[in-house]
């Protein structure tokens, strides 16, 4: 059940990264993998691409059309180096149509590559390439960084050549591919587009702080704390016992002046340390008021809410610190573990998994109490929801939407309301109309090709 539990609070994650990883894998045809971080002192496109890609991209002859021998890796550099944005090497250009651009504060930056690699995978991860198996395999993955002296206010991106789409289907001519990418700033994750129609993306450093984006949490409403001071109540005692004292004595007919004195001078003490050293009396400490229904779930939504948040960020401490907004005791540990496995690890081909959209379908009080173990306030709340999210590999996003039941139990605890367990109940997978007939065309539809034949003389692709 503790399994079950986990992947079930990861929600989105667990469960559309599984989905994408069974059919995410790049498929025939230019494909590349983007992927920009705008950092304090740097912008950089880390992009993983197919050989098809990069030959639409720049002019690179090789003797073989599958491959890139290690003596043309320097002519291949070179001309990608032009294609980032880095200006020619001679008078003649390498680039296919449009470099690329980046400004960064409205300076032009050139870049610097940081790697240029060629990929040639195991030949066990070919099978399902057709009908080019070879030509869609050997990747060519560049990192090219633009320097900046610190974190940019403004970052304008230019995709500046658009590879052609020889899949698209009733066609004429090959329709240019739109460039999706991964952006990630501030620790924050999102998805772009760069379209040949539309071939810039602006990004602009956030005006608000990170406490802005997650929902207001009420205050729990206490009961009240009984306070005295440790000098009042001493002094008091002491008055009270002597006063007693003395109003004996004189009931049995005996003079007892110095035990009232000294009671009088003992009240005025207590009065006057009112204030002073104040403790609360272990009869009259703070117990969590009784929970109505609404005051249940107006706590309890927020912190659901928020812990989606956390599958916005990218950096270790962020993710920790979203989630512990809203959860607390070994369930912080447990979905912190799966979260970064998840959405920071990038397993299995590096999916990229985003929440879009969390819709509250209905909530219920199931009961309310207190914790046996902190005598504080606590309540069960049985919650429908749906999450919408995005799964971006290899050029490609995929919309995933699933539907969740589950038990959830909110406690008291010294920062607040926390929850602190959950019981799956139920989950499902949504799937729109048209996502189920886009399903359903790309099973029946035959393979088509999308390169030209092997040919024995060096091989340029047709543009």
Known sequence: MKVLSIRFWAGFAAVALAA?????????GAHADVRI?????????????????????????????????????????????????????GAVSEVVDRPNR??????????????????????????????????????????????????????SMVWGTYPRDFLAQDRDIAPSSDIEAALTSAGDLSLITFKKSEPEVVWHAPSVGRDARFAAVPPMVQGRTTRVSLLSLAAGTAGAALFIGGVSRLIRGRRAPAALASAAVLAVAAWAGTGVTLVALPWGSAKAAAMTPEAA????????????????????????????????????????????????????????????????????????????????????????????????????????????????????????????????????RIQSPEQAASQASATAAPPQADAPAVSTTPWRPNR
Not at 21 to 28: M, Q, R
Not at 59 to 79: G, I, M
Not at 109 to 133: D, M, Q
Not at 297 to 322: C, K, M, S, V, W
């Open 20 to 28: 994408a990883i069974a059919a995410a894998h790049p498929k025939p």
């Open 37 to 89: 971080s705008i950092e304090d002192d740097r912008v950089q496109f880390d992009c993983l691409m197919n050989i098809l890609f990069a030959d639409q991209l720049v002019n690179s002859p090789r003797a073989k059309r599958d491959d890139v021998l290690p003596d043309e890796e320097d002519a291949l550099r070179t001309a990608m180096i032009e294609y980032f944005g880095g200006g020619k090497s």
């Open 102 to 155: 980046v400004t960064i504060d409205g300076v032009e930056v050139t870049p610097v590559i940081r790697e240029l690699a060629i990929i040639r995978p195991p030949k066990e991860t070919r099978p399902g390439f057709v009908p080019n198996p070879a030509l869609m395999i050997p990747r060519i993955h560049v990192i090219a960084e633009y320097p900046c002296k610190g974190l940019p206010k403004a970052v």
């Open 297 to 428: 779930l107006a706590a309890f939504q927020p912190l659901h809410a928020n812990i989606y948040r956390a599958f916005d960020y990218t950096r270790e401490g962020d993710i920790y610190d979203a989630l512990k907004r809203s959860v607390d005791g070994p369930m912080l540990d447990d979905i912190y573990n799966e979260v970064y496995r998840s959405l920071v690890m990038q397993e299995e081909g590096g999916a990229l998994s985003r929440v879009k959209k969390v819709t509250n379908l209905s909530d219920e009080l199931v009961s309310s109490g207190l914790d046996p173990a902190t005598g504080q306030a606590m309540f069960k709340v049985k919650s429908r929801w749906r999450v919408e999210g995005v799964v971006y590999h290899w050029g490609h996003s995929h919309t995933r939407e699933n539907e969740y039941l589950a038990q959830y139990t909110v406690a008291a605890r010294p920062d607040g309301w926390r929850i602190v367990a959950a019981v799956p109940l139920e989950q499902k």
